[in-house]
């Protein structure tokens, strides 16, 4: 018989207070907050470690990359950009914007640039594919990623710019839709 483990007990209060959904006696309730909670309640330490493992492809990186995807948490998404920034190995630093892509929010907006001025080939694409999911998944507008859109059509590397005609086409059949 597995013996079950009992977790610390959680002072939901104090999360809620620590994550801004209790102010003032009110209540506040989001997917947003949840996520604030969870990364709360994970620890930066554990995500960076996830991040490593996810790196790693060690067993079980899948499940560290979906568990990222839905928490998005800045710990990891800054983690992963602190290693894209300062590792000398190239596979680190392509990993890190692989996973980046998938666990991003609005935040990272401003780290495409650098993503496209990157020397390495494999960087420029998977940082154009963060910008691709930020679209996809709606988390930026179609105007707020115009300019990095423009330069990406522009780009020196071909996978970028096939990438940057597909988002293109995706947008305007979403535009479609829409109307």
């Known amino acids: 018989m597995q013996k079950k483990t009992r977790i610390a007990v959680i002072n939901w209060t104090t999360v809620a207070i620590e994550v801004g959904a209790f102010v003032e006696g009110r209540e506040r309730g989001s997917s947003a907050y949840a996520r604030l909670a969870l990364e709360k309640l994970i620890g930066e ?26 928490i998005q948490p800045w710990s990891a998404m800054a983690y992963c950009y602190e290693l894209y920034q300062g590792s000398p190995d190239i596979e680190i630093r392509r990993s890190a914007i692989e996973l980046l892509r998938v666990i991003s929010d609005k935040r990272v907006l401003l780290w495409i640039n650098e993503f496209l001025d990157d020397s390495d080939e494999g960087i420029q694409a998977w940082g154009f594919g963060v910008l691709d999911q930020l679209l996809w998944k709606e988390l930026v507008q179609p105007e707020e990623a115009e300019p990095f859109l423009a330069r990406a059509e522009q780009h020196s590397n071909q996978r970028v710019r096939e990438q940057a005609c597909f988002v293109r086409e995706y947008l305007a059949q979403r535009k479609q839709q829409d109307a």
Do not use: C, M, T, W
């Open 45 to 70: 330490q554990n995500l960076r470690e996830a991040v490593d493992h996810y790196i790693g492809f060690k067993p079980g990186f899948e499940l560290v990359r979906s568990v990222l995807r839905e």
